[in-house]
Each structure stands twice: as C-alpha cells, then as structure tokens.
C-alpha cells in the first residue's frame, strides 16, 4: 500500500517542474513556480498540435489572484451568495501526515459524521431540469443491474478505477490522461466527498479521460447481445452509452490557465457588464484553433475578407504567441465584445461552451454532435440560436441580420443562456449533478464493491499537499471548504416517454422554425 501511494504521489506530480511543499506546513502559502509554468504550457502546444480538440480556446490571464494567501484566509473569506447559502463547517487541510505516507489519508477528512449533526430534513428546492438526464444514461442498466463483471468489462477503455467503500475513496489507476485531466476529475470527486461526508453510498466506477465516448450502443444490441459495460466520460453522443460526468475544467485547467469555475464564474459576471450588449460590435465573434477539425476550417472561410461579409468575425488562437504574452490576449472576462457568439464543437464537445453561453451575447450554436451533463436541456431559440452545420456561412448571416432588427428577443436569447450558465450550472449545482449520478448508479450495483488489492486510497491532502505552482492554486480555490448543512437538491424523476418525446420534439420545432425564417429570408434576398 505505502509503495503505492508514493508512487501514486510521484506519478501525478512528476515532470510537471514545480515545486513541491512537503514541508509539513499546516497552513498553506501559494508560491508561484514561474519556470513551471511555463514548461507545462509548452507542453501543452505539443499536445494540442497532434490534434486533441478539446481545445479551449479560451485562456484566463489573470494568472494567480490568490498569492500570498494563507489557506485559512482562503477558506473564510468568501461572501459570495453561492457559498453563503452554504454554510458549513471548515475542515482544513492538514498537510503535516503526508511526509508519513502509511497513514495521510486514515487520519485526516472524516469518511462519516455522526448522525444528528446534519440536518436529514428534506430539501424543497428542485434541481435543474439536465439532472432527468441522468436516469437517460443510466437507464442501460435500469433492469439488469451492475454486476462486478459489467464494471471489470469497461477496464480495457478507461483511464482509472475509483471505488468508494465506507466513506472512503480509492483509486486505481490504468493509464496516464491528457494533461492534469485525471487529476482535476479525482479533485472534483475528492471535494464532493469534503462537502457530503458519510453522504453517498459505496460505489465502483470506471473512468475515461479521452475526448470521444467509447461505447457503441450498437456492439450491445440484438437478442444475445452482452450488457454493456457502465463507463464515466465526460462527453456522449447518440450512437454511444457512455454515462456523463462533470469535466475537469470545474477545478480548473492549470495548462492553460483556466481558473476553477467558482472564480471564473464570478469574473464572467463582471466582464460580461464591461460592455453594454447593444454597444458591442454587431456581428458574431469565434476565436479558437481551427486545425483540429474541418467543420471549424469550414467556419473560418465565414470570415469577413474584402470580397464577401456573413457578419463573422473569426480570430485563429495562436497559443506559441499567447503564452510568450501571458495569455493577455485571452482572458474569457474580456471577451463579450461582439453582440453574438459562435459555438463550435472541436473532435468532441468542448469545455468553451459553459464560457460561451456567459456573455449576455446570444451562441450562434453550430449543430452539435457531442452532448455532456448539461448541454441536453438547452433550447434552441430560448437558450441559444441554432446555426445549420451544411451551410454555417449564411446561416450566421441571417442570425446576426435577424438579431440586429430584433434587438429585445435577441438580447433576451444571450440572457437566458447566461442566466442557465449563472444559476442552473453553478457549483453547487454541478455538485448535486454528482451526488445524484453517483447516488442513483450506486442503486443499480448487484455487489458490495471492495477495494481492489492495487488501489491506494486518496484524500484531498495526498494531491494537494505534494502539489505545486498553478495546480496547486487552482486545488487551493476549488476546495470545498468543508461540509455543508444543505441537502442536495431534489432530484426529479425519470422522464416518461411522452414526456422525453415532447421534450425533443419541442427542440426540433423550434429548429426547424429557425430554418424556416432562414429560408423565406434567403428566398427575400434573392428576389
Ligand atoms: C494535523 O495532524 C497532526 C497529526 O495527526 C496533528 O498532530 C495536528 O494536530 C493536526 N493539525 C491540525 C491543525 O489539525
Ligand atoms: C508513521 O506512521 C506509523 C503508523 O502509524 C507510525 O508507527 C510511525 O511512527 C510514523 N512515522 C512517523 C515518522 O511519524
Ligand atoms: C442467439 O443464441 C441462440 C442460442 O444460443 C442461437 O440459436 C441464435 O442463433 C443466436 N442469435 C444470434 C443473433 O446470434
Ligand atoms: C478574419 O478577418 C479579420 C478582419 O479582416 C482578420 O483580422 C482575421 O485575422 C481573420 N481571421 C482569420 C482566421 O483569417
């Protein structure tokens, strides 16, 4: 077990070139390992040029707002409305076990409370309407249940195994993930933990970090077919089984320097009221890496050139030449500046959509292939404006045309859709997204799970007492503080068909309304 978790510790820190603090310190001084820094952003070019596409292409300048803070002051100098509705106790991390690595995480956050100190009481308030797709992804298993060997199937496709046995996480892991990915999912797993100890009941799960989902609902079909295997991702599509989670980018992205949501929330807020809406240029902005797929090559031929003008105003992020100016160019605050905003998906969905959706500028949202957790609940028309994937140029045309002479339904589509990322995606929601899932996938279980005979247990102090530069800050801000006297919110129940159905079919008229007006438009302009 001890060789485990040193190599475990050695394993998520090695190569990053920051500095370690395995001084024992009990409070907690971020320090800023520049060189670091810099290193694991070139890293990243390298990464991003052999085509991931999950490509931000969003970067957060404000580099370390937090240096010099101890940990104490972080963790009580927080007014924001989200953490005050919150209010719990403060369980700090105590960082002076981790130099004795038999027993850091035995000893340090309870894996229980005992009863009576929280209150059982039900909660009222309902949680958003994207928590019904979690039965949708789970309904798979609805009538078979999880065995062990279900699980164990999955081993081949996933990046790590976690399981939670008494309160207690551990972890197994299979094979290395793109970047800090890995890390910052077991982050945000740990947190859930801190703010509903002795809350969720044991689970067995099967993580996979890549960009694409991996399970083809096809190979599982037919009368002898074998279930399918239950994997987290962090994205599906409608060929696929892949079972939706919260992605990394919630704890934060330190390679490219996207702050953990709570902050970058709060900064989006701000930024978003720079501008007044109708003071913003009058046409549609993108700004990413085009090479990854051809549908975003597509995209950029929209751009405005001397001969020809679909209102798109399309900018390549050229990531060698950011990093070398500190990212100034691509801070997500600064960038509702434009009346409308393109979303593009990359090789799979892509973390910008949650930045997109912020800025009060309505998405011109290009047909999507991919969903994750929350993007199924948006409507086109009220939370964004679809944009034909065929025929993207003059679809974003009359989109900005439409939305100029429109103002007020324009401007009430951008603040639906910030409203949605503000309110109904806020950490805490996206907490109870986790509590649920995880509740829910757990009721399916056939067996009690064990701790497999390779895992090592993980505790918020084993990742972020070794920790260092930027992943060692964002962990510090997306700590969740300790737990919460809140309930989750109220999960609804499954959709019935004809619900689901009505669901769907109302997303389809309204896109096909949006063609139809597109069409008598064109029709206009020809004549
Ligand atoms: C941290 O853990 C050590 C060892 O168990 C303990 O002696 C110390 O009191 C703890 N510190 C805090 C602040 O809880
Ligand atoms: C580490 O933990 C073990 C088991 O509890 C204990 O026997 C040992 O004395 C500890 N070592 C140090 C250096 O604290
Ligand atoms: C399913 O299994 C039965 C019994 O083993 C066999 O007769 C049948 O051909 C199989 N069907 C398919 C589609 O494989
Ligand atoms: C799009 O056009 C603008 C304005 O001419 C230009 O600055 C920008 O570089 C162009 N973008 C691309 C991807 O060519």
Known sequence: MKENLQRLVNDLWKGSGLQRHFSGETTYRPQLAEKGHARTIVLFFIVVFIGTCVSVRWIDTSIISSGGVSLKALLTSSNSPEESEDEGFVIPLNCSQVNNLSQVCSTSFPATFPSGSFPTGATTKQ???????????????????????MVERARTKSNFRLVLVDG?????????????????????????????????????????????????????EGPNATAPPPLFHYCGDDWTLDIVFPDWSFWGWPEIN?????????????????????????????????????????????????????????????????????????????????????YIEGAAWSVSEKYILACDSPTLLVTPHFYDFFTRSLLPGHHYWPIKDNDKCRSIKFAVDWGNKH?????????????????????????????????????????????????????????????????????????????????????????????????????ENSKTQVEKMERQFSDKIKN
Not at 209 to 218: A, L, M, Q, W
Not at 467 to 484: D, H
């Open 407 to 507: 103002k007020n339904q324009a401007l009430a589509i951008g603040k639906a859709g910030s409203n949605f990322i503000q309110e109904e995606l806020k950490m805490n929601n996206v907490y109870d997204y986790m509590f649920h899932l995880l509740s829910e996938y757990s009721k399916l279980l056939r067996y009690k799970p064990t701790i497999p005979p390779q895992a090592v247990e993980l505790c918020s102090e084993v990742m972020a007492c070794p920790a260092g530069g930027l992943k060692k800050v964002y962990m510090m801000e997306s700590m969740v503080k300790g737990p919460t006297y809140r309930s989750p919110c109220m999960l609804p129940p499954p959709f019935d068909p004809p619900a689901l159905e009505a669901f769907l079919k109302e997303k």
């Open 168 to 220: 207690r996480l551990y972890y197994e892991k299979y094979s290395s993930s793109f970047q800090t990915r890995d890390v910052f999912t077991l982050w945000g797993i740990l947190q859930l933990l801190r703010r509903y100890p002795g809350r969720l009941p044991d689970f067995d799960i099967m993580f996979n970090c890549n960009d694409r989902p991996v399970i083809r609902s096809r190979d599982y």
């Open 127 to 149: 949680c958003p309407h994207y928590f019904r797709w979690i039965h949708e992804d789970l309904r798979p298993w609805k009538e078979s249940g999880i065995t062990r060997e």
């Open 258 to 342: 996207i702050k953990p949501w709570i902050p970058l929330l709060k900064d989006l807020k701000e930024g978003n009221q720079r501008i007044k809406w109708d003071k913003r240029e009058p046409y549609a902005y993108w700004k990413g890496n085009p090479k990854v797929c051809k549908a975003r090559q597509d995209l950029v031929r929209c751009n405005v050139t001397d001969k020809q003008d679909w209102n798109g105003r399309f900018y390549v992020q050229n990531w060698v030449r950011e990093s070398r100016q500190g990212f100034k160019k691509s801070n997500l605050a600064d960038q509702c500046t434009h009346r409308y905003k393109v």
